[in-house]
C-alpha cells in the first residue's frame, strides 16, 4: 500500500463528515460520510462551492460570514448548531466544527467537521416529553435501586405521600411501607428482579403524618441504557375515596329497579344486586359463585370484543372500561389474582373495547324451575381481577302482556277502520250505480226543455213568453249542472285528459276566485315550480278547485284566509298501501281554509251525495260527492284533515306523468256554421228529443234522416247516401257503437258523432274517452250541437 493513502483512507472510515474548502469558499477534499450526509456521489462535491450546502434562506448571508471569520484570529469553533441543504433540497439540522490552516503558500484551508444532529435532538427531545410526563403526572412515580433506595421522587409522590423529595431521594422506601406489609412488598421486589412485572394490586402504604392509605401499585423493571435492570420503578395512585365509594356503589346497585349480576371471565356470578335476589328467587349467598347458564340458559348477547381465557373457564364476549371493582393480592406468577380468587386469563388478553349496551330478550329461570321473559343488557368493566361482565336483567311479563293486548287492541282498530271504508266504498259505488243510472233518461229530458226553451226565445224574442222562456232554460241548465256533478261523483263522468300543469290551473282559476270569494276572504296561492305534470281533464279540476273554494267560503262567514299550494310528492309502499295508491311520483293540490271546521261524523259522510250541513236551499251536498268523484276517477286521492274552531285542509294527490302539458285550442263561436245541405241521420229512441233535434239540424240547414231504432236506422242508410250518422250510444236492441260499426262496413266514409248523456260504459276505457271517438254529451244546445257536427264534417276520414 501507497502510504501516502493513508489520510484518505482515514477520511473516509471517520464517523463525522468532514469537508475541507478554500478561502472561496470551493471544496477541495470531502469524505465519504460527508457525500453520503447530503446525499451526492462519490467525488461530487469536490470543485463546487461550500454555500451549495446551506439552505437557499441563508445562502446570501453566508459568503460574509466565511469572509468575516477568515479576517479574525480564526479561532477553532465547536459544535454550531446550523442546517444543511441535500442535494434532494431537504433541510436538516446539523453540527458543525470549523478549523482554519493556512499553508506555506499563503493559502488558507477551511475544514469542517459536521454531524447530523437529528438523532441527538429527538433522543432530547423524547428525553425531555417522558420527563415532562412523570412530573406532571397525579400518580406517585417513585424508581428504586436494586436495594430499594429512593432514586427518583415526582411531585406526585410529594403529593400522595407527603415528603418532599429531597428528604426521600437515598432513604430507603420501606419508610411508606407498614410494617406488617414489608414482607409481601419484598416478595414483589423479588419478583420484578426476576424478570417480572406485578400489575395492578391492592395495598397499603403510610405518610407522611403516619396515616395509613389504600392504594393501587403497579411495580416493573427499571433498565439502563444497556438493557440491564438496575431497580424498580412504582407508579401508586390512592384509592381510599374510592372504597368507600364502592359501598355507596354498592346500596345504590341493591336500590336499582332492575336486576343486576356481575359476571366474571370464569362465567360465574360475583355480584347481584337485591333485586335480583327476588327476581330468582334466590338468596344472595346462592347467587354468588352460581355458573351463569342456570340462571339465563339462553347465555347473552354478544359483545363487541371476544375474552380469551384459559383453562377451562367459559369464554364471554366483553367490552372494556377502566373503572375497577375488587382489589387483590399479588399470586405467586407476579400477576395480581383477585381477592374473591378469580384469576386473570393464563395469556393476560382481556382488552376488548367500551361500547353501548344493547338490549336482547332471554330467559331467565327461577330456583322452582319457573322460566320468565327478561330482557337482559350487557357491558363490561376493566377491573384488578380481570373482565367483569354486568348483566342487567328486566322482567318483562307485564310489559309483554301490555304489548300483546295493544296488538289485538291495534288489529281490531285497523280492521274496523278496513270495515268502515269497504263499507264506505260499497255505499258510494252504490250510489253512483244509481246517479248513471237516473242520468241518462234526466239528460234526455232535460235536453227537450232546453232546447224547446231555445225555440220560443229565438221565435218569441222581446215578448213576455221569450222571457218565460228563458227562465225554463235556465232551469235546464241547472238541472244539466246537477246531473254531471252525480256523474262526477259516481265516476261515470266522459272525460276528455290531457297532459297538464296544475300550476297553470290554479293560476287561471286564482283570478277568478279572488273576484268571487269576497273581500272578507284573503286568498293566498303559492305553487312550485318544475312541477311534473298530470293527466287529467282541465275542466274538472277547475271545478275541483272551485267546489273546495266555495265550501271553504261558507265555513267563513266573517272572514278567513284560504290558502292553495302545489308541490311534487314521492309515495312510498307504506303510504301507498295506507291510501290504496301505487308506489311512485304524484302531485300534491292542497286547499286549507281557517274556518270553522268539521265534527268526526261530518268528515265521515262529507263525500256522500246530497249530504250538507247547510240550511235547506243552501246547498244541493253535491260539491264535495263532485270532487271525490273527479279526483278518483283520476286515479288520485283526497283526504281530509280537520278541527273544529281551527280550520279544514283537503289534501289531493294525483299521478304524475312523464308527458309534457301542451295549450289547449279555443272553441271558435258556433255562429255562421251551416250545414250547406248534408246529410244527417238522426237515431234516438226517446220521440222528444229525436224530434228536438231533427228541428235544430233543419232550422241549420241539414237534410234529415230520422230513426227510432238501429233497425231502422240501418233500413234507411241502406236507400240514402248519408255523410253523418248522429245517434244515440245507448238504446234498446242494438247500442250505438254497434249501429256505427255496421254502416261502416257498407259505407266507410260515413262520419259518426255519438251523443249521451251516460255513455262511459260503452265508448270510454275507464271513464277515458278514445281520441276516434267523438261525443257529444247531453242536454246539449243548439249551438253545441251545430259545433260539433261541423267539426265532425272537417274531420280529415
Known sequence: ??????????????????????????????????????????????????????????????????????????????????????????????????????????E???????????????????????????????????????DGVVLSWNPGAEMLYGYPAADMIGRTVDMIIPDERRSDEEQIRLLVRLGGRVDRYRSIRLTAKNEQISVSTLISPLLDEHGNMIG????????????????????????????????????????????????????????????????????LPPVSAVLRTGGDSTPLDTERADDTLD???????????????????EDGNALAEPGDQRWATRRALRRDGAELPVDIACSSLHTDSGVVIVVVVRDITERLAAEEERRRLREEAD??????????????????????????????LLAVILNYASFIVEDAAGTPPAADAEQIARAARRGSDLTHQLLAFARREVIRPRPLNLNVVVTEVHQMLKRSLGEHIALTVRTTAGLPSVMADPGQLEQVLVNLAVNARDAMPTGGRLTIDTAPVQVDAEYAARLGLKIGSYVRLRVSDTGTGMPRDVIDKAFEPFFT?????????L???????????????????????????????????????????????????????????????????????????????????????????????????????????????????????????????????????YAQPVLTTHGTLSADVHLLEKPFTSAELMRALHEELQARP
Open 108 to 146: 488558507t484551508y477551511v475544514t469542517s467537521v459536521l454531524r447530523d444532529d437529528t438523532a441527538q435532538r429527538e433522543v432530547a427531545r423524547t428525553r425531555a416529553l417522558l420527563a415532562s410526563v412523570v412530573q406532571s403526572s397525579h400518580d406517585a412515580i417513585v424508581t428504586t435501586d436494586l
Open 1 to 106: 500500500m501507497d502510504f501516502r493513502e493513508i489520510p484518505g483512507l482515514l477520511l473516509d472510515t471517520a464517523p463525522d463528515a468532514i469537508v475541507v474548502s478554500r478561502s472561496d469558499g470551493v471544496i477541495t477534499l470531502a469524505n465519504r460520510r460527508a457525500h453520503d450526509m447530503f446525499g451526492y456521489p462519490a467525488g461530487a462535491l469536490v470543485g463546487r462551492a461550500v454555500d451549495d450546502l446551506v439552505p437557499e434562506d441563508v445562502r446570501p448571508r453566508h459568503p460574509a460570514q466565511r469572509s468575516a471569520y477568515l479576517a479574525g484570529d480564526q479561532p477553532p469553533l465547536r459544535r454550531l448548531p446550523l442546517r444543511g441543504l441535500r442535494r434532494d433540497g431537504s433541510v436538516f439540522p446539523v453540527e458543525i466544527s470549523l478549523s482554519a490552516v493556512s499553508t506555506s503558500g499563503a
Open 623 to 757: 260539491g264535495l260527492a263532485t270532487v271525490y268523484g273527479i279526483v278518483t276517477q283520476a286515479g288520485g286521492t283526497v283526504q281530509i284533515y280537520s278541527e273544529a274552531g281551527i280550520g279544514t285542509t283537503f289534501t289531493i294527490l294525483l299521478p304524475a306523468t312523464d308527458m309534457e302539458a301542451r295549450e289547449s285550442a279555443p272553441e271558435d263561436s258556433a255562429e255562421g256554421l251551416s250545414g250547406h245541405g248534408a246529410t244527417v241521420l238522426v237515431v234516438e229512441d226517446e220521440a222528444a228529443l229525436r224530434e228536438v233535434t231533427s228541428r235544430i239540424l233543419r232550422r241549420g240547414g241539414y237534410t234529415v234522416l230520422v230513426a227510432g231504432s238501429g233497425d231502422e236506422a240501418l233500413r234507411l242508410a241502406a236507400e240514402h247516401a248519408i255523410d253523418v250518422l248522429l245517434t244515440d250510444v245507448i238504446m234498446p236492441g242494438m247500442l250505438g257503437r254497434d249501429l256505427a260499426s255496421a254502416i261502416h262496413r257498407s259505407s266507410p266514409g260515413t262520419k259518426v258523432l255519438f251523443m249521451s248523456g
Open 415 to 444: 280492521r274496523q277502520r278496513l270495515e268502515a271504508r269497504m263499507q264506505q266504498a260499497q255505499r258510494l259505488e252504490s250510489l253512483g250505480q244509481l246517479a248513471g243510472g237516473i242520468a241518462h233518461d234526466f239528460n234526455n
Open 232 to 299: 424498580t420503578t412504582t407508579i401508586t395512585r390512592d384509592i381510599s375515596d374510592r372504597e368507600r365509594a364502592e359501598a355507596r356503589v354498592q346500596a345504590i346497585l341493591d336500590a336499582a329497579p332492575d336486576a343486576m349480576l356481575g359476571v366474571a371471565e370464569s362465567g360465574e356470578v360475583v355480584l347481584v344486586n337485591a333485586e335480583a335476589e327476588r327476581l330468582f328467587d334466590r338468596p344472595r349467598y346462592d347467587l354468588l359463585h352460581m355458573p351463569l347458564p342456570q340462571l339465563l340458559p339462553d347465555g
Open 613 to 621: 250541513t247547510k240550511p235547506s236551499g243552501q246547498g244541493t251536498g
Open 327 to 345: 382489589g387483590s393480592a399479588p399470586a405467586e406468577d407476579g400477576r395480581a389474582p383477585a381477592e374473591d380468587g378469580n384469576a386473570l386469563a
